[in-house]
């Protein structure tokens, strides 16, 4: 049901004196009730009830959201609305779902929906989408009690500023406010008191002043565009607004920015000017202040008022005028440099682009910001000129002095109206040369080495100077001495010499033992005075020294060699030369019998005598220039073999020298033999040998069957070779060889012979060993079973069989058949080879050398073809094997050869196993103290070449072992020249140095080798004597030097 509308009466400050109070209201206030309100749900208006709800009931209720509406009607007000409040009086606040984190909120609009006459039923809520929010009072601000909203802002503008009666249907006079909840969870609303509360209805209270006087509206200002420093010539035009009521004759003009303002005839217009509306109908002109521009950020404007006169009646608010400056660009400014002086034929000067734009400026203040460069020069004065990169380049041209100069063009990179616009500006550029000595010239000199200069190092002045240049300056002296012309007054670095001076030639002595194309000479400046601030570029004086051609040296490589009767041995001859002398040698020897050709090739005649002799290399380029070796020439001792010998029982035996026991024995120098009897004590019979090898002998009666023995050996007539063992069978034997010597893990050929009359048809015997010590490997026929005597040469046709097998442990049983009864020839034939395999080294390990491992014969039986037995006939005769065991370290030896090509020292390594073959043969570099510490990884395998080279300055260790286990090393250490072609064996020193430093007890002959000093002391000087002898190449040079 509508609300009936009821007429509000305007109650004066008199009335309610004590609200206002409450309000604290600072001046008289009118206060307003609602003409209607109400409040809106999903169930439709209510507008009739002491109470309005904003809000959401709760679920179930039917409401919905709840809004409520307030209109005021300000009909009849006069005067202008200084301030504006809205109260309401809260009676209750409903939370009543509190889990859901929400709490009640109201939204206050200002609504534009002012006619509610067309909404009779009031069925719609009057507020539009586009209606301003007022304010919004969140949950901890909404209680009960009055709530006050400010809206002044909103009163103001709906009635439109002022106060005018009108006709009181007047909607300009209406103020309308609704307002919102939270909508969104239900249970969250509140209750105001509404229109039909007389005590707590809503209130707009106002505080209102006397009313506005009317003003003119706002003008119309055209905007205008001009360049940078130019007037402007069109735009400006000011024209009364649209909405106008008023008569407009003149407009107030202020605020002029940025520039000058003027009438269209030119007159001038300052601040706080009024003109004519005709004047402002002709449009203004202005000019901006100089250099400024929009782009800039420079401001250009002035406000217009409209005005009912001249005086400022009803004057408008300001209009501003917009006003656009366009940039132009201005030229650069170049302004003229000066730079420092520079000395006459200097070399180019290097002038950075930054140095010349250093004083130039882009144009005015407002264009700083652009970028200068040199676009161009010319015009130069004293040189060429020319750019590189951001550089100018000047080279002065020669000999000249004065003012120099060049001109340079800068560019700028402004923009006039946003596009490019570059403008160039032009300069020069002054300095002055000053004058300058010019380059002297200095003639080159040649010497040798170690000797003053006699020629050349004549100083001359310029052709360009004259008498201003007085004195030479002398620096940079390398490589020697320089000396004024009487060779004895030095000069030093940074000294000066008088032009006459120079001119006489000066003198050089190159360091001691220095020569070559470079490295020697001093630089020369020509100079006006000596105070050193006027001189020249430097000049080099040029000097060689010269190495004459000298032979230094000769050395013949190897120094030493063993060389064999009939042997030869290639020499070298190694000549140390300065500047190319010649290298070739001359060879020779005194002796008839070892001689040397062209080539350096040894031979040693095949009866040459044994001892030293001396080789001779003589430079050909200088003969006091030559170099040696020593030969040494070995008598090797001649060989005895043993001797196998028959006869019959009491038969002499008479042997010619041609079958004597010379006719197996040998001499490797080829030397002639003469023999001697050594050993007959234990010969039953009778011998007698001569010189020559023959000898006759006569068996004992007593000798029916066995062998008889004696010793001798051969003399060379230098040595004498070991004892030869003689041995005589008389028939019948059987017997083992004594005389075989077996080493370690070989097998051994032990011989079994026969000695018979020839009537044997067949045999048996037992071979009986200590099989600890051998194993029977295999038993081979020999030559009296197969026709081929020791000789290899065929006696008849004795062929038989043979087999054998083994009784036990060392006892092996032979059988042999068929001989034939051949007869036998006239030595003892070798009936079977019974190979015997030796054990391991350890197996011996408690033997001695030499020790004999017993080889028996027993249990024969013999027959001839009639079956007749012979065995007591016969006797049988047991052997041995000689141990071998090697007992002794191998040993190594090595020669030394410089290898230029190489540039490296070959080392051959001569290593003896001393009775047992070399095993393995390692080298390493470093020093390794013993055998036992020699690593087992990071060697060198040189058994086979028994060579390796040295290519450093440091001691490398060789390594032997032989097959018994025995090792031993050698260390060596080398030093050699710069092209390898001298070698000092330094390992002893390196030795002997060690102690000296007690790394090593030295032995008392040890102690006398480093006792170098000769005070039989060991102290710290001799390392450093040890040392200076080592780089002296040895003893002898050493004690030459000192």
Do not use: C
């Not at 001093?522 to 005075?529: C, D, E, K, P, R």
């Not at 002398?581 to 040693?604: C, H, I, M, P, R």
């Not at 020249?977 to 090593?1000: C, G, M, P």
């Amino acid at each position: 049901m509508r609300k009936k509308l009821t007429k509000i009466l305007l109650t004066s400050t008199l009335l309610l004196s004590s609200f206002l109070g409450e309000l604290n209201l600072a001046r008289a206030a009118t206060i307003l009730t609602p003409t209607t309100d109400g409040y809106w749900s999903d169930l439709g208006v209510v507008n009739d009830q002491p109470s309005n709800y904003v809000g959401t009931a709760g679920d179930g209720s039917g409401f919905g959201a709840i809004r409520s509406a307030l209109q005021f009607n300000l009909t009849g007000m006069t005067g202008q609305v200084k301030k504006a409040t809205l109260r309401i009086f809260i009676q209750e606040v409903y939370d009543l779902d509190s889990l859901d984190g929400t709490k009640t909120t109201v939204t206050l609009y200002g609504s534009t929906d002012d006619d509610w006459t067309d909404n009779p039923n009031l069925d719609s809520f009057p507020m539009k989408p586009s209606d301003q929010t007022i304010g919004t009072v969140n949950d901890n601000q909404l209680t009960m009690g009055w709530k006050e909203f400010d809206v002044t802002a909103y009163v103001q503008n709906q009635a439109n500023t002022n106060f005018i009666p009108s006709n009181p249907s007047d909607l300009a006079k209406i103020v309308s406010f609704a307002l919102t909840g939270n909508e969104t969870n239900a249970g969250h609303f509140f209750s105001f008191a509404a229109s039909e509360d007389p005590t707590y209805r809503p209130q707009l209270v106002l505080e209102v002043g006397p009313a506005i006087p009317v003003v003119a509206k706002s003008p119309v200002v055209t905007s205008t565009t001009t360049w940078e420093d130019v007037t402007s010539t069109s735009g400006l035009v000011i024209t009364p607004n649209s909405a106008e009521t008023e008569t407009i004759t003149h407009y107030k003009i202020n605020g002029i920015t940025g520039g000058t303002l003027s009438k269209q005839d030119g007159t001038r217009i300052n601040d706080n000017d009024f003109i004519t509306s005709a004047d402002g109908a002709s449009g203004l002109r202005f000019l901006p202040n100089e250099e400024a521009n929009s782009p800039a950020g420079d401001p250009f404007t002035f406000n217009v008022y409209a005005s009912k006169d001249a005086a400022g009646t009803g004057l408008s608010i300001a209009a501003p005028a917009a006003i656009t400056v366009y940039e132009v660009n201005d030229a650069p400014r170049a302004e003229n440099d000066t730079l420092i002086s520079i000395p006459e034929d200097s070399v180019e000067r290097v002038i950075p682009f930054s140095d010349l734009l250093a004083n130039d400026r882009q144009g005015p203040s407002n264009e700083n910001g652009q970028s200068l460069t040199i676009k161009s020069i010319g015009n130069p004065t004293g040189g060429a000129v020319r750019m590189e990169g951001a550089t100018v380049l000047f080279t002065p041209s020669p000999n000249y002095s004065g003012t120099a100069s060049f001109s340079y063009t800068i560019e700028d990179n402004g923009t006039t109206r946003g596009g490019a616009d570059p403008l160039t500006d032009q300069a020069t550029v002054n300095f002055t040369v000053t004058t300058q000595p010019d380059s002297p010239s200095v003639t080159k000199a040649v010497t040798n080495r170690d000797t003053l200069t006699s020629n050349g190092l004549v100083i001359t002045r310029n052709a360009a100077d004259g008498a201003e240049v007085t004195h030479f300056k002398i620096t940079g002296i390398t490589g020697g001495t320089v000396y004024k012309n009487d060779g004895t007054t030095p000069i030093a670095n940074g000294d000066f010499i008088t032009v006459s001076e120079g001119e006489a030639g000066l003198k050089f002595m190159p360091a001691a033992n220095m020569y070559g194309a470079t490295g020697f000479g001093f630089l020369v400046q020509a100079s006006q005075g000596t105070d050193g601030t006027k001189l020249s570029s430097e000049v080099t004086a040029l000097i060689e020294v010269i190495q004459p051609q000298t032979v230094t040296s000769v050395q013949v490589s190897p120094t030493t060699s063993t060389v064999f009767k009939g042997g030869t041995q290639q020499f070298s001859a190694i000549v140390e030369v300065l500047a190319g002398a010649e290298q070739t040698v001359t060879w020779a020897s005194n002796y008839g019998k070892v001689t040397v050709d062209a080539n350096g090739l040894v031979s040693v005649a095949s009866d040459a005598a044994a001892g030293e002799y001396t080789i001779t290399a003589t430079s050909t380029f200088d003969g006091s220039k030559r170099g040696s070796a020593t030969i040494t020439v070995p008598n090797r001792a001649p060989v005895a073999q043993h001797d196998y010998y028959n006869t019959y029982w009491n038969t002499p035996l008479q042997i010619e020298a041609v079958d004597g026991v010379l006719k197996n024995d040998q001499d490797a120098d080829g030397d002639e033999l003469r023999v001697e009897l050594v050993d007959d004590s234990t010969l039953q019979g009778q011998v007698t040998l001569t010189e020559e090898g023959s000898f006759q002998y006569r068996p004992s009666e007593m000798l029916h069957g066995g062998v008889d023995q004696f010793t001798y050996h051969i003399f060379d007539g230098q040595a004498y070779s070991s004892p030869a063992t003689v041995s005589i069978f008389v028939y019948d034997t059987l017997s083992v060889d004594k005389q075989v010597r077996g080493k370690p893990t070989e097998t051994v050929d032990v011989p079994i012979r026969l000695t018979s009359a020839g009537n044997v048809a067949g045999l048996q015997f037992d071979l009986d060993f200590n099989s600890n010590y051998v194993s029977l490997a295999s038993i081979a026929a020999g030559g009296l079973l197969t026709g081929i005597d020791e000789d290899r040469i065929v006696t008849g046709d004795v062929y038989g069989s043979y087999d054998y097998y083994t009784l036990k442990n060392g006892k092996t049983r032979v059988i042999v058949t068929n001989l034939d009864n051949t007869p036998i020839g006239g030595e003892a034939g070798i009936l079977l080879h019974a190979k015997l395999q030796l054990k391991d080294h350890s197996v011996y390990s408690h033997l001695s050398e030499g020790y004999e491992i017993p080889i028996q014969i027993g249990n024969i039986v013999l027959a001839d073809r009639n079956e007749n037995e012979l065995s007591p006939w016969f006797e049988s005769i047991d052997g041995s094997i000689q141990l071998e065991l090697d007992q002794e370290d191998p040993t190594i030896d090595y020669a030394l050869y410089g290898d230029p090509s190489e540039r490296s020292v070959r080392v051959d390594v001569y290593a003896d196993g001393t009775g047992s073959e070399l095993v393995k043969l390692h080298v390493v570099k470093g020093w390794v103290s013993d055998a036992d510490s020699f690593p087992s990884t990071g060697t060198v395998d040189i058994l086979e070449d028994a060579s390796f080279h040295i290519v450093e300055n440091t001691t490398y260790t060789v390594y032997a072992e032989d097959e018994v286990g025995k090792k031993i090393v050698q260390r060596i250490h080398v030093m050699a020249d710069a092209d390898f072609s001298k070698v000092v064996d330094v390992t002893d020193w390196v030795a002997a140095i060690n102690y000296v430093l007690e790394r090593v007890t030295p032995s008392k002959a040890q102690r006398m080798v480093v006792d170098m000093n000769g005070d039989k002391q060991l102290n710290v000087i001799d390392p450093v004597i040890i040392a200076n002898i080592i780089m002296a190449g040895g003893y002898e040079n050493y004690y030459a030097r000192t």
